[in-house]
């Protein structure tokens, strides 16, 4: 249960269905927009449709605005995130249809915990068009993914990810800018100015603002 989470006295026109009550004051639901019982939406959200919010799948801690505009699976999206339109969430690492008449298949989706893999967006992210984001591949405070990018593994935090599948291409500031390296690991933001180390610690390379 997501605390100070209250059902808004207005929403956006024309959402479709809103079946959860726990969503927060403030938060908009717009036009193709279903959410449904059990998914939990912070304050001042903005959801526009089309969009699903299904059941246990959509957490929102409570903060500041979101902007997601698509369907998802089990989520849970930091603060000041942008999602873009069309961005796929997946939630099952070897999907199979539950239909197929095979007592393995039935028996591996017995149990929700299972198979259902949850994945994290760190606050400030930004998720660029129609990119989609694998089960359990995180994406890290700040960072930026590409459009159309596929995402297999963990993002760092500010690291801009583009391709097929996504690697790093460079770093952003948290005001979104790409950075520029000033000199061996030392890179800078053209827009803000600020500064930041690029350091490794078990074999993940990350950011680290200079001092």
Known sequence: MVPDVAVPPDHGPLHDVRESDEIGAGTRIWAFAHVMKGAVIGRDCNNRGPCLRRNRSAHRRPGHPKEPGNGVGRVEIGDDVFVGPGVSFTNDVSPRSRRLPLPAVAA??????????????????SLGARCVILPGAHIGAYAMVAAGAVVTHHVPAQ??????????????????????????????CPQCGKTYDEHGADGCTSLAPSR
């Open 108 to 125: 591996g989706y017995r149990i929700e915990a299972e198979w259902l893999v949850p994945t994290r967006v760190g606050n400030g992210a």
């Open 159 to 188: 690291a801009l990810v583009a391709g097929v599948p996504a690697k790093r291409v460079g770093w952003v500031c948290q005001c979104g800018a790409r950075l520029v390296e000033e000199q061996a690991k030392l890179w800078q």
